[in-house]
């Protein structure tokens, strides 16, 4: 072996390691995609389930942290 290969497979391992990380980042990001899909689905659940017949909000612990500024 010469230096020119050794040079050259340094190369392709550095493009293996780069190709694996993409990879796992990939995977990652579609994982967390999921992850926040779900949650803001289990979110807009729990809001819909929190409203009475009416219309009108059920105690709700989260609402009542809104003064009457904000929702005007």
């Known amino acids: 072996m010469n230096v020119d290969d ?3 497979e340094k190369i ?3 493009r ?3 190709e694996a990380a993409k990879a796992r ?3 990652l990001n579609a994982a967390r995609q999921r992850g926040l899909a779900h949650r803001h689905a289990q979110r807009l659940r729990n809001q819909a389930s929190a409203r009475t017949t ?5 105690s ?8 009457t500024e904000e929702n005007q």
């Open 60 to 67: 709700n612990p989260s609402a009542s942290n809104d003064t």
């Open 16 to 18: 293996r390691r780069a």
């Open 12 to 14: 392709a391992a550095a």
């Open 25 to 27: 980042r990939a995977a």
């Open 54 to 58: 009416d219309g009108s909000e059920a």
């Open 6 to 8: 050794i040079v050259a």
